[in-house]
T-cell receptor, first 114, second 111 residues
Framework: GAGVSQSPRYKVAKRGQDVALRCDPI?????LFWYQQALGQGPEFLTY????????KSGLPSDRFFAERPEGSVSTLKIQRTQQEDSAVYLC????????????FGPGTRLTVT | DAKTTQPNSMESNEEEPVHLPCNHS???????IHWYRQLPSQGPEYVIH???SNVNNRMASLAIAEDRKSSTLILHRATLRDAAVYYC????????????FGSGTKLNVKP
């Protein structure tokens, strides 16, 4: 079946621009996660949804980062007034509620802020 | 954050077993040990997880030390497709939605 998809795969933004990154989880997966992966580093947790409820946003680095999942399926990560330090790969993952240990990751969106 | 320590890189020959070590000396009694791997230009993928007992699945085996302060991921016969960054992750029982990936071990498999 279809895996987790993310779009766009690549995004170049000028410093100060707003960007929106989309995640389509596996159908039926109630849990959805966003991660940020800097070059050469492991992914870092940003936020977690269960259905449409954002249960944990403790990893969001600043109030410029905002995530939503209004209908409990597709999710959008929005970054306002992008800065160079926001350049990274943004990964989305989904899982069933019972098997959150097995997260299925998308290919990521590589964001470059110039 | 639950912390793990892994070697930065390891090398293996194709079709030989690979033992990837992980130290987690501050593990608590309710932390699960997870392994994920990330192939080049892809998102991470689940490999295996365990709590106290050794675990086997179709991809690998997980050997957990008796004191749980270390574990080893075992790939029984490495293939070129196993070249990836392997992450050892502690997952807290009461903070189950968070994975702390660390920097991982980059495994190079030589033909």
């Amino acid at each position: 079946g279809a895996g987790v998809s993310q779009s766009p795969r690549y995004k170049v933004a000028k410093r100060g621009q707003d960007v929106a990154l989309r995640c389509d989880p596996i159908s039926g997966h109630v849990s959805l996660f966003w991660y940020q992966q800097a070059l050469g580093q492991g992914p870092e947790f940003l936020t977690y949804f269960q259905n449409e409820a954002q249960l944990d946003k403790s990893g969001l680095p600043s109030d410029r980062f905002f995530a939503e999942r209004p209908e409990g399926s597709v999710s959008t990560l929005k970054i306002q007034r992008t800065q160079q330090e926001d350049s990274a790969v943004y990964l989305c993952a989904s899982s069933t509620r019972a098997r959150t240990y097995e997260q299925y990751f998308g290919p990521g969106t590589r964001l470059t802020v110039t | 954050d639950a912390k793990t320590t892994q070697p930065n890189s390891m090398e293996s020959n194709e079709e030989e077993p690979v033992h990837l070590p992980c130290n987690h000396s501050t593990i608590s009694g309710t932390d699960y040990i997870h392994w994920y791997r990330q192939l080049p230009s892809q998102g991470p993928e689940y490999v295996i997880h365990g709590l106290t007992s050794n675990v086997n699945n179709r991809m690998a085996s997980l050997a957990i030390a008796e004191d749980r302060k270390s574990s080893t991921l075992i790939l029984h016969r490495a293939t070129l497709r196993d070249a990836a960054v392997y992450y050892c992750i502690l997952r807290e029982l009461y903070n189950f939605n968070k994975f702390y990936f660390g920097s991982g071990t980059k495994l190079n498999v030589k033909p």
